[in-house]
């Protein structure tokens, strides 16, 4: 109790009492379905352009796990993902390597290839669209 009290001092009555409100008007399910209907658009629109603008050997893994997927690209290798990510970000596009996820040292990994952490959350269908278009540009022209 002293450490609870010491860190928060009491419960957000206020918060609590609007969130009640809105789950007992319906406007909480209300607002979690059309985030869904939404995330939806959005997961749907990024498989779309990765199948249109990438290579066909990429892979897309984690479509049901929340707002964000791996892209895994066999034609580059684990080393190559600080490049990609580099170049993505000098034209504005935000990848994430996978490599910072893995505990072992790459030497003690079996052989993977290279793989991208792809958020759509906040994105607009069209910026989905621009930016795996930038993406398959840049795999295109051989960027490492």
């Known amino acids: ?3 609870k009290r010491l860190t928060d001092r009491h419960a957000p009555v206020l918060e609590q009492r609007v969130l009640a409100s809105l789950i007992e008007s319906g ?5 979690v379905r059309r985030m ?3 995330n939806e658009r959005r997961r749907a629109a990024l498989l779309d352009a990765v199948a249109r603008y990438l290579p066909g050997n990429a892979q897309v893994g984690g479509t049901a796990a929340g707002l964000h997927v ?10 190559d993902e600080v490049h ?12 994430y390597p996978v490599s910072t996820l893995f505990a072992r040292p790459e030497s003690a990994m079996p ?14 269908l069209e910026q989905i669209q621009h930016g795996m278009q930038i993406l398959g540009g840049l795999l295109a022209n051989g960027t490492r």
């Open 1 to 3: 109790r002293q450490a």
């Open 27 to 31: 406007t909480y399910e209300r607002h």
């Open 36 to 38: 869904r209907r939404e």
């Open 70 to 79: 791996v892209l895994w690209l066999p034609s580059l290798r684990p080393k």
């Open 84 to 95: 990609l990510v580099a170049a993505a970000r000098q034209v504005g596009v935000g990848v």
């Open 111 to 124: 052989a993977r290839p290279a793989g991208f952490i792809l958020g759509y959350a906040s994105l607009t």
